[in-house]
């Protein structure tokens, strides 16, 4: 297994009270990699440690160490000399509820671009076209790029989100819920996409749903509580009597 993410005795406080202690994990590039635990185990908190977002919190403490493999070095994401606009960058994340700008459809994509790289208007509208085919969302919206992002459906803008975070060119995706909020059949592409982006990015997705763990994860983690995370080995999650055993001795 090549590694992408190392962590090690993580820990993280909100305003004194652990969350996550003591954590050690060890995170296989591509994937997905699956992270599952019953709600306030401490899933998004442990997402947001690895690209600093806790820090944006009040109140909250982190320590340990998080290694991230970005192209062929490895980056100690704590480090006083790690620059943490550039760690988010390189490490995007995508939220459950999709959060789009009140922004047109395009300017969602370029207005990042613009404002975090300073790129000109050409690259940033060449980028933002090919994020928006990287993520099927080009047929459907490249005759409305200035209309309202609020006008498109759950699953378009949750795809936007996906894409605005693609032209930030990341190397890790951190996913949380990306589906919890779609339907069916909006859920199936997201699902179909993250398939395709696996061979391109490290893809680490938490979600609630066993099944959609069953059918696309490589490797997967149930997080017990903030001191307990469990590796589970493909045989035994993909088998469903089997997994949801181990489930049900969280509930
Ligand atoms: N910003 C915050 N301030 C205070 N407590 C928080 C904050 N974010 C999360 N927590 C607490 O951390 C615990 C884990 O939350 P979370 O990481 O969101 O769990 P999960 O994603 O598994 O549902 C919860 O008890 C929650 O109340
Ligand atoms: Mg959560």
Known sequence: MKAAIRVEKLSVSFAGKHVIRHLSLE??????TFLVGRSG?????????????NECLPGCATSG???LRLGEQWVDAYAATTNVENLRRRVGMVFQSPNVLPLSILRNIEMPLKVALSLPADEAEARAEQALREVHLWDEVKDRLSQAASTLSGGQQQRLCLARTLALRPQILLL????????????????????ELKSRYTLLVVS????????IAESLFVLHDGERIEALSKDVFQDRDALFSVMDELI
């Open 27 to 32: 995170i296989a590039s591509g994937g997905p």
């Open 41 to 53: 185990s401490g899933k998004t908190t442990l997402l947001r440690a690895l690209n600093r977002l």
């Open 65 to 67: 160490q998080v290694e």
């Open 176 to 195: 949380d819920e990306p589906t919890a909020s779609l339907d069916f059949k909006a859920a199936q592409r997201i699902e179909d996409l993250l398939l």
């Open 208 to 215: 609630h749903s066993l099944g959609q763990a069953r059918r």
